[in-house]
């Protein structure tokens, strides 16, 4: 079957740290991958995406890249700060003909202290 | 304003009271995907719609139903209800199902049963 599995959390970093959360997949056919961020009391805003092997999803200096060989999409920022602390979401839709529902992992938390 | 619209925000009620959950999806979108998010379960895929008809079932209590009218408005109606159904409720839509570049989320209804 179709599923995400990320690293578990909580994750607390100092600003400026670097920060990576790890996803890993299992998908028939080939997925589209997504971060996903959800901050305090707020809905899921799509953070990055990628369709397809060695693409790297980037936005707002967090980064991602499809690796097919290992099955991973592995999250990546430089620097954190501390409003980038939220709740993070790795997920995929499977390949064609797959029903298309987005599936999420269980989400890390991420808190960075000033 | 992700341009998906869901009502209300907040929502209390009794055990064995029955609710209406509203989404809107945002304009041009045809799909429209509900979720519960709750600590122990994370994030749970519950139905699909599609321009009106129902696409894909996924954790979804016998309890509950839902609907896509023709205005493709959508509302997830829960019943019977019991303290564990307290939760995030989210909707979401794509402009087609399977989307890849990802679903857009309203804000969630968070429901508590008492």
């Known amino acids: 079957g179709n599923s995400v599995t990320q690293m578990e959390g909580p994750v607390t970093l100092s600003e400026e740290a670097f920060l990576t959360i790890n996803c890993t997949y299992t998908a028939t056919g080939y997925p589209s991958l997504f971060w996903y961020v959800q901050y305090p009391g707020e809905g899921l805003q799509l953070l990055l995406k990628?369709?397809?092997?060695?693409d790297k999803g980037s936005n707002k200096g967090f980064e991602a890249t499809y690796r097919k060989e290992t099955t991973s999409f592995h999250l990546e920022k430089g620097s954190v700060q501390v409003s980038d602390s939220a709740v993070y979401f790795c997920a995929l839709i499977p390949g064609e003909n797959q029903g298309g529902k987005l599936i999420f992992g269980q989400g890390t938390e991420l808190s960075v202290k000033p | 304003d992700s341009g998906v619209t869901q009502t209300p925000k907040h929502l209390i009620t009794a055990t064995g009271q029955r609710v209406t959950l509203r989404c809107s999806p945002r304009s041009g979108d045809l799909s429209v995907y509900w979720y519960q998010q709750s600590l122990d379960q994370g994030l749970q895929f519950l139905i699909q719609?599609?321009?009106?008809?129902?696409?894909a079932k996924g954790n979804i209590l016998e309890r509950f139903s839902a609907q896509q009218f023709p205005d493709l408005h959508s509302e997830l109606n829960l019943s019977s209800l019991e303290l564990g159904d307290s939760a995030l409720y989210f909707c979401a839509s794509s402009p087609l199902p399977g989307q890849r570049r990802g679903y857009t989320f309203g804000s969630g209804t968070r429901l508590t049963v008492v």
């Open positions: 719609y599609y321009n009106g008809e129902e696409r």
């Open positions: 990628a369709t397809k092997a060695d």
